[in-house]
Nanobody
């Protein structure tokens, strides 16, 4: 069972930056693809970004491409989401996710964190 704990959320002005972190409990972290999702008030949860086990393949939602960067440090069992040029529409609870398969982590990952709130003021 993979346990995921997000951190780094907060309040930021439009145009600003935040870096989210997700620490995993699993010793075999480097065997998991990792992803980030978000859920805004009144909306469904949506995919944001994903990274494969080695970190050499990434995938982004069109809405964040060029602004957000996902990365991982397998030595620290941690995945990151660097968010730049933030917009008010990026306001949401951000969730970390994990799955053994990259294609699954993009759609219906098996493991989820509790989420961290990101609020972007205009």
């Amino acid at each position: 069972q993979v346990q995921l704990v997000e951190s780094g959320g907060g309040l930021v002005q439009a145009g600003g930056s935040l870096r989210l972190s997700c620490a995993a409990s699993e010793r075999t972290f480097n065997m998991y693809a990792m992803g980030w999702f978000r859920q805004a008030p009144g909306k469904e949860r949506e995919f944001v970004a994903a990274i494969n086990w080695s970190g050499d393949s990434t995938y982004y939602a069109d809405s964040v491409k060029g602004r957000f960067t996902i990365s991982r440090d397998n030595a620290k069992n941690t995945v990151y989401l660097q968010m730049n040029s933030l917009k008010p529409e990026d306001t949401a609870v951000y969730y970390c996710a994990a799955d053994r398969q990259f294609i699954v982590v993009v759609t219906t990952p098996n493991y989820w964190g509790q989420g961290t709130q990101v609020t972007v003021s205009s």
